[in-house]
């Protein structure tokens, strides 16, 4: 989604907008763009493309001691052009803004201030609002603001500069996230915490409706009454060079390679002497008392985290869980009863629908828990719990390690609503837990094998099509595998309950198919076997997923991937990383730009 970057301080502007954006590439963009206040007017500078097209454009510019915005489009209203780009600009060219989101009645707004004159040069939501902050504009930009945010219905941050008033730059959000850095002497904006980072570590997070008025020395801001406002200041605490790729060629792998220190990060501060601890959380036994039921809801792979979620509360506490994404739960009157528990899984803590189910679901009484990797987030202010994952960033739009740790979460939340709920047979929440404890290690183990997923990934990458089946679990975790590949290589795939197959989509298969089967539970090995041989009757190429000493898979599949092993019920944790590795190695030898996969973007802050 689109990246939003300001500065008000005595640097050269520029470069420091320009730096800040490139941290911001990776929420996905197809045209970048700056406005900067100098004493002639406003310098507005953009282009299609990616930023070395802007930095080329910006060669001859240079302005310090004032302020100035800059933006990474990613286009919704409008094809990717010069027009559309961001900053966009009233009439007179004095006041320029950057927007991420959605102006839901922009034409209405449009045509009204068509009829008051304006014209317009883009076919973007966002040029109304450049307009009407000129309509409103009578010497107070910070009031011309405050007057336009009541009349703009939809979602969005909003960075906006005037030649008016050098040295200021005012910033507004409603259900799009925006972070405001306090320097020292200096003050900035942005989507997000990377950009911020070369200046300071201090943050303030917007909350809806709030507006902000920025310069180099002073930071104000007002809620939606127009009254001034205290906000939470939040100390980063993680290091700029983990959102770099740190002699990585990708963040993605980098992020694979953190996976057992960030589960560690996740699990270790809450355990000690064999016991698992979550009520720093606020999920304890006054949130879970009586429930009947639990909802969980998310989008992508945090849904696919939480389908892995059923599976283990439902095994474990014996507790009914429905699962839903959160575009689908929003739209559905769904039923939830008052007191009913809630869970909502999110890395970033933005995205758009999983919010809007959130406040659906408070709103029908519900108590929410919240599973978030980006603290501060609009996810996690508004739930009555939140488990932050600590996987610190994720840069790469495919989310790796970031799921990871949401299994921990989860996995450590089922164990103890079981406990609480009295269901665990003697000795099971010690085995759980020190299962638990393990599986950092084991990732480790599971990385020293990313050779044998290279080699693998370089014989098949050419493959159009890829099945990927299993039952239980194992089916839960094809879906996150299949939605990799897909994501980042471009491959079709299919995830399929290994069991459903032959109920249709076994038609597909041919000489050469490469089927995926992951085969970790033993309870159903022999089962997925039968399913297995069905698809090699018909031609396909089985890889093998399953935990090492399976001699049964070893005989049945043509290759084989090994997990070290463990309880059963870990398999999806420690069998997702080769999945990911997978995805990865394939779409590196198709060439794909894998950090950022065409159409997509790290936080969907639109609907
Ligand atoms: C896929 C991916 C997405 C996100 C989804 C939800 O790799 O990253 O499917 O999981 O957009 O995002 P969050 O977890 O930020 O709510």
């Not at 939003?4 to 050269?12: H, N, P, Q, S, T």
């Not at 595998?481 to 249709?504: D, R, V």
């Not at 198919?513 to 992951?518: E, F, K, N, R, S």
Request: hydrophobic content about 40%.
């Amino acid at each position: 989604m689109c990246g939003i970057v300001g500065y008000a301080g005595g640097r050269d502007v520029i470069p420091v907008l320009l730096g800040g954006l490139s941290k911001l590439e990776y929420r996905g963009y197809d045209s970048a763009g700056v406005a900067v206040v100098c004493e002639g007017g406003l310098i507005v500078r953009k282009t299609k493309g990616r930023l070395d097209g802007l930095r080329r454009l910006v060669e001859d510019c240079s302005v310090a001691d004032t302020a100035g915005i800059g933006h990474t489009r990613w286009a919704t209203h409008g094809e990717p052009s010069f027009e559309n780009s961001h900053p966009h600009t009233n009439c007179a060219g004095d006041i320029a803004v950057v927007h991420n989101g959605i102006i839901e009645n922009y034409l209405k707004l449009k045509d009204w201030l068509r009829s008051e004159g304006a014209v317009f040069v883009s076919d973007t939501d966002t040029e109304v609002v450049a307009h009407l902050i000129n309509y409103h504009y009578r010497g107070d930009l910070l009031e011309a603001v405050s007057k336009t945010l009541p009349r703009l219905e939809g979602s969005y941050a909003l960075g906006v500069v005037s030649s008016k008033h050098p040295g200021l730059i005012i910033a507004a959000r409603k259900d799009s996230p925006l972070v405001i850095g306090a320097g020292s002497g200096e003050n900035l904006i942005a989507s997000d915490i990377p950009a911020l980072l070369e200046y300071t570590r201090d943050v303030y997070f917007l909350r809806d409706g709030d507006v902000a008025a920025l310069t180099r020395d002073e930071i104000a801001i007002y809620d939606s009454y127009g009254a001034r406002a205290r906000r939470e200041a939040y100390h980063v605490d993680w290091d700029v060079s983990q959102a770099e790729r740190g002699g990585f060629e990708h963040f993605m792998i980098k992020e694979i390679h953190e996976e057992p220190k960030a589960m560690a990060d996740t699990f270790s501060p809450r355990y000690r002497d064999g016991h698992i601890d979550i009520s720093e959380t606020g999920i304890d036994e006054r949130l879970v008392a009586n429930i009947k039921k639990i909802n969980i809801i998310a989008c992508g792979t945090a849904y696919h985290a939480g389908m892995v979620g059923k599976y283990v509360i439902e095994e474990l506490a014996r507790i009914p869980v429905e699962v839903e994404v959160a575009s689908e739960f929003r739209y559905r009157r769904p039923i939830i009863e008052p007191g009913q528990l809630v869970l909502i899984i999110s890395q970033s803590g933005e995205t758009a629908d999983t919010l809007a189910a959130m406040r659906e679901a408070k709103q029908k009484g519900a108590k929410i828990a919240a599973i978030v990797n980006v603290v501060g987030s609009s996810i996690s202010r508004e739930a009555d719990a939140v488990f932050y994952t600590h996987a610190g960033p994720e840069i790469a739009v495919a989310s790796t390690k970031a799921y990871n740790t949401q299994l921990m979460a989860i996995y450590m939340i089922a164990v103890e609503i079981a406990r609480m709920a009295g269901r665990l047979e003697p000795g099971a929440y010690e085995r759980l837990a020190s299962g638990l404890s393990g599986l950092p290690d084991l990732i480790k183990k599971v990385l020293e094998t990313k050779n044998v997923i290279q080699r693998l990934a370089s014989g098949y990458f050419s493959k159009n099509s890829v099945f990927f089946i299993g039952r239980g679990l194992d089916y839960v975790l094809s879906m996150e595998a299949s939605l990799k590949l897909k994501e980042i290589s471009y491959i079709h795939s299919e995830a399929y309950a290994a069991g459903e197959l032959k109920h249709g989509t076994i038609a597909l298969i041919e000489k050469g198919t490469l089927v995926v089967a992951i085969a970790t539970q033993e309870r159903l090995l022999e089962k997925t076997a039968s399913n297995i041989k069905e698809v090699k009757a018909r031609g396909a190429h089985v890889l093998a997923v399953c935990f090492e000493g399976n001699k049964m898979l070893e005989n049945l599949a043509d290759e084989v991937i090994y997990l070290p092993k463990t309880d059963d019920i870990f398999a999806p944790i420690l069998a997702v990383t080769p999945m990911q590795l997978f995805a990865y190695y394939m779409a590196v030898e198709k060439g794909c730009d894998v950090d950022k996969p065409r159409n997509l973007a790290k936080s969907v802050t639109v609907e």
